[in-house]
C-alpha cells in the first residue's frame, strides 16, 4: 500500500467527484491526508475524513498566504476555493475545536510563504512577522493537541530554520514538497522532521538538487506526497490525484536504488508512524 500525504481532495477542483477520486485510490490501497488551508477547506477535510472508517483522514490548518495582514492580497485560486474569501484572521479556539474532531491526525498546514510579498522594507518586516506569530500560533495549538505538524515553505527556509531552532525543544512534524538545498535539508533533519517530495521532484529548479536530497534523506524520514491537485507527474496529463503518488515512489525507488516494494513499504511505515493513522 502507499499513504499520501498531503492530498488535497478537500479542494473545490474535486467538487464533482471526489468520492469517485477517493474510491480509486482506495481500490487500489492507497490512503490519503487531506490538508486544510483555511478554515473553510479544513472543515471540508474534516467532513470527508468522517465518511470512511480508514484510509481517509484530515489535516487542520491555516496556509500563510490566507493570513489577513492588510499587507498583500492574494487572487482567489479557483482549483482551491470556489469563491473569493476574505483572508483570516487565525482563530485558536475556532481550529483547536475542529482538530478535536475525530479522524484529524496533524496541524497543518502552515509555516512561512514569503513568494508573494509588500514592495516596501517596512511592509515587508511587518509582513513577516505577522506570518512568524501565525506560525507559532499553530505550532502551540498542535503542542496542546499532541499532534504533529505539516509544514509549507517557500522562499524562508532561512527564518523558518531560525525560528524552529530558538523555539522548540522536540518537534515531530514534516516538512512538505521540501524545495531546498542540502544544507537546510540537514537543519530540518536535526530537528528530527520528516520530508515530504511530491511531483515537484521531477522539475529543474535552479539551485536545487532534488536527487541529491532524496539521497541524503535517511529512509526512515521520507514521506510521499501528491499535493493533488496541482504538481501533476509527468508521466500523466491533467488534474493531479492521490492515486498518482505511485510515480513519487518509483522515482525515489530509483534513486536509492530500491524496489518499489521497498520504498512503498517503508514510506508507509513512516507515515503510520508519524500520523498513528
Known amino acids: 500500500m502507499l499513504v499520501d500525504t498531503h492530498a488535497h481532495v478537500n479542494f473545490n477542483a474535486y467538487k464533482k467527484d471526489a468520492k469517485e477520486v477517493i474510491y480509486r485510490s482506495l481500490n487500489s490501497d492507497v490512503w490519503m491526508i487531506n490538508i486544510g488551508t483555511n478554515y473553510e477547506t479544513s472543515k471540508k477535510a474534516v467532513e470527508i475524513a468522517q465518511n470512511y ?34 483572508e483570516e484572521e487565525f482563530d485558536y479556539q475556532k481550529y483547536k475545536n475542529l482538530a478535536k474532531k475525530p479522524k484529524v491526525v496533524a496541524i497543518g498546514e502552515f509555516g512561512l510563504d514569503y513568494y508573494w510579498r509588500p514592495k516596501t522594507t517596512k511592509k515587508k518586516a511587518l509582513f513577516k512577522q505577522k506570518q512568524k506569530d501565525l506560525l507559532l500560533t499553530q505550532l502551540e495549538v498542535a503542542k496542546e493537541l499532541n499532534l504533529p505538524v505539516i509544514f509549507h515553505c517557500r ?7 531560525k525560528i524552529l531552532i530558538e523555539h522548540i525543544e522536540q518537534l515531530k ?15 530540518y533533519l536535526k530537528m528530527g522532521l520528516y ?19 532524496i539521497k541524503k534523506t535517511p529512509l526512515d524520514k521520507i514521506l510521499i506526497e501528491t499535493d493533488c491537485p496541482y504538481l501533476t507527474p509527468p508521466q500523466i496529463e491533467g488534474r493531479n490525484e492521490p492515486i498518482f503518488v505511485k510515480y513519487i515512489a518509483e522515482k525515489i525507488a530509483k534513486i536509492r536504488n530500491l524496489s518499489f516494494g521497498e520504498i512503498s513499504e517503508i514510506t508507509t511505515i513512516n507515515a503510520k508512524k508519524l500520523f498513528g493513522i
Open 195 to 213: 520530508i515530504g517530495f511530491n511531483g515537484i521532484i521531477f522539475k529543474n529548479i535552479e539551485g536545487i538538487n532534488f536527487e541529491e536530497n
Open 53 to 86: 472508517e480508514k484510509g481517509v483522514y484530515a489535516a487542520v490548518g491555516l496556509h500563510p498566504i490566507h493570513l489577513e495582514t492588510g499587507l498583500v492580497k492574494i487572487k482567489n485560486d479557483k482549483e482551491e476555493i470556489e469563491v473569493n474569501t476574505r
Open 155 to 161: 522562499v524562508a527556509h532561512d527564518d523558518l530554520i
Open 173 to 187: 512534524g514534516v516538512m512538505h514538497g521540501f524545495v531546498g538545498t542540502a544544507e537546510q535539508l540537514l537543519e
